[in-house]
């Protein structure tokens, strides 16, 4: 579990890669190859993505994003919170305002922590607006000043902040990742290859492949979840008793079951 600060993140609109079939979906690295969240095609329908490992996890297991590191719950009342405006140098816009690319936020923030991530606003003026995240200064920082962070975006502000904004933040879903569980539930893929914390590789986010099986085993054509018992394994999935919805989010179905902790082929569809 580490934020990484070697990663990058692209807003390009990316098409097929023009490799052909040079990507080796087997590679590991210590720095990124390309961008995080960078996927393409196979021509079978099987589909992959470009991720950072924010510790290890072994093949065939789901991975998510841990989200008490890399994202952030709601922050009410967000401009009341900044006590003294800075317009950054060489700036025109104040920051928070209609037209401006960065805001100023009291909020505790490390080094890279929300990069490649969202903010939206939850409630309040600017609700429903969501903007990606480029980058930021850090707490320590006395740039606007210390306390406060400089959020830089993607895209311009469109509604400005006032003292009735209240924010999130989601991390980036592929960065940071580590084996599924009932704490980090929203998995992005499984893993192809073993991978250690901090390196970039490659998961898989749809079609047939195998995956880390828990004791509660489904039979061909069930709907597969993460297991509420075994980190990055799949379970059959589970209702719960009183309104027969879903428990954990579903991840593909099962296709050939294997037994427990071992592996099942299981058709994913991430994505």
Do not use: C
Request: aromatic share 8%; charged share 15%; hydrophobic share 40%.
């Amino acid at each position: 579990m580490a934020v990484s600060t070697t990663s990058y993140f692209s807003n390009s609109i990316v098409g097929q890669p023009q490799v052909g079939a040079d990507i080796d979906i087997f590679d590991t690295a210590s720095s990124p190859k390309y961008a995080v969240g960078f996927g393409f095609q196979r021509a079978d329908g099987a589909k992959f993505r470009y991720v950072h490992f924010g510790a290890i996890s072994n093949r065939g297991t789901l991975v998510a994003t841990d989200r008490s590191e890399s994202s952030l719950s709601k922050i009410e009342n967000v401009g009341a919170l900044v006590a003294n405006i800075t317009k950054r140098a060489n700036e025109t816009i104040n920051p928070n305002a209609i037209g401006a690319r960065y805001m100023q936020l009291v909020i505790s923030a490390t080094a890279q922590q929300f990069e490649g991530g969202y903010l939206t606003f939850t409630t309040g003026t600017g609700v429903g607006f969501t903007y990606r995240i480029k980058g930021h200064t850090v707490t320590t920082d006395a740039n606007p000043v210390t306390g406060n962070i400089y959020l830089d975006l993607h895209d311009s502000i469109v509604v400005a902040l006032d003292s009735n904004s209240d924010i999130a933040i989601a991390g980036n879903p592929y960065a940071n990742l580590e084996s599924a569980t009932t704490t980090d539930e929203l998995p992005v893929g499984v893993t192809i290859t073993n991978n250690t914390a901090t390196n970039y590789g490659w998961v898989q986010t749809h079609g047939i492949v195998g995956v880390l099986q828990d004791a509660t085993i489904g039979t061909q054509g069930d709907p597969v979840s993460i297991s509420s018992a075994t980190a990055g394994a799949i379970q059959a999935a589970e209702a719960e008793s009183n309104t027969n919805l879903l428990v954990y989010p579903v991840v593909g179905y099962m296709v050939e079951p294997g037994s427990s902790a071992d592996y099942s082929l299981v058709y994913l569809t991430l994505e």
